[in-house]
């Protein structure tokens, strides 16, 4: 029933866009790579800008993050809800979508600090 929808907002969110940089890209330096991974990710977010999916903003990962504690504490938040779930619990999964590859579910395996590591960095 029509009645029963209501108007919401949202958005899809990238959470990071990792690149396969080719040896001969290796092979020119770090600054190459850094050059090379940015203008992949920037070609990516220009694809997923337009319809179907309209994203709005760059990947998490990319996000340069203030060094204040609340900043760096909604980040650790952030990173840590995408991680593999506790046995009973639940988490925020990850679409992983890759080149020749199904899509499927996928969880942050990175590091992170933890809450406390974040306020004794910060105070």
Not at 10 to 16: N, P, R, W
Not at 71 to 90: C, E, F, K, Y
Request: proline residues 9%; negative net charge; charged residues 25%.
């Amino acid at each position: 029933d029509p009645d029963d929808f209501r108007p919401v907002a949202g958005d899809h969110d990238i959470f990071d866009i990792e690149v396969n940089v080719p040896q001969s890209v290796l092979d020119m330096g770090p600054e190459e790579v850094e050059r090379y991974v940015r203008q992949v990710q920037a070609d990516v977010l220009q694809d997923l800008s337009g319809p179907p999916l309209n994203v709005q903003h760059g990947a998490h990962m990319q996000w340069s993050v203030p060094s204040t504690r609340q900043a760096q504490g909604i980040n650790v938040r952030i990173l840590d809800s995408h991680r593999p779930p506790a046995p009973g619990q639940t988490g925020d999964a990850l679409l992983r979508v890759a080149r020749d590859q199904p899509a499927h579910i996928s969880y942050f395996q990175g590091a992170s600090l933890t809450l406390d590591e974040v306020h004794r960095i910060f105070r």
